[in-house]
């Protein structure tokens, strides 16, 4: 048990740094595209010179960094990045800020994510069942929820890809990750029950 939680609060540290090193890349990123203007191709640089620099981390393309750019510009206050976003997952992250416009109900969402140990299939599932809308009228279970050590976010947050790359973990802790989501695909369908242990 100590093992687990152990590696739940270091899982968590290493989501908190992660999601801070984006939005600074993502505040660098909109500084230089105010000096330098728009045109001035600052994303497709910096991804090159990351991606030459870090060959082994995935995180660095194109399409990252415009999302890391789209999380400094939506959370211009640090505060909010260290003490709310920092407890849940990029892959929540970029849910947001794809899904969820208003940043009224964006906060609310990450909140309810915490509050609850959302994983993102289920923050997607609520964002999309529009419960932000009908939050006041339907009776609600949140106040039954886990610990935060086997929560659904506490356990995305040790599957999420981009924290063993960044660690440069490297091929043996995604396999790993590839044979437990096997494992968990062959268990809902009833079959494979001798793979339990």
Do not use: C
């Not at 794809?98 to 969402?109: A, G, I, N, S």
């Not at 790993?176 to 494979?192: A, C, N, P, Q, S």
């Amino acid at each position: 048990m100590r093992v687990r939680e152990a590696q739940v609060r270091a899982a968590l540290s290493v989501n908190r740094e992660l999601i801070q090193l984006y939005w600074q890349i993502g505040r660098e990123i909109v500084q230089r595209q105010q000096e330098e203007g728009w045109g001035a191709k600052v994303i497709d640089r910096l991804s090159a010179d990351l991606r030459r620099e870090f060959p082994d981390i995935m995180g660095f393309s194109p399409r990252d960094l415009k999302y890391m750019s789209a999380f400094a510009r939506a959370y211009p206050d640090e505060a909010i990045v260290q003490e709310v976003l920092a407890h849940i997952t990029w892959y929540h992250t970029v849910t947001l800020l794809d899904k969820v416009k208003d940043p009224v109900q964006r906060e609310w969402y990450i909140r309810k994510t915490i509050a609850n140990g959302w994983s993102r299939n289920v923050l997607v599932h609520q964002i999309e069942s529009g419960l932000y809308e009908r939050e006041g009228r339907a009776v609600t279970t949140f106040s039954a929820t886990l610990p935060p050590e086997q929560s659904d976010l506490a356990i995305q947050t040790i599957k999420d890809p981009y924290v063993p790359d960044f660690l440069e973990m490297g091929e043996a802790v995604r396999e790993r990750g590839l044979i437990d989501h096997i494992r968990e695909f062959l268990l809902d369908l009833g079959v494979g029950q001798n793979l339990r242990g």
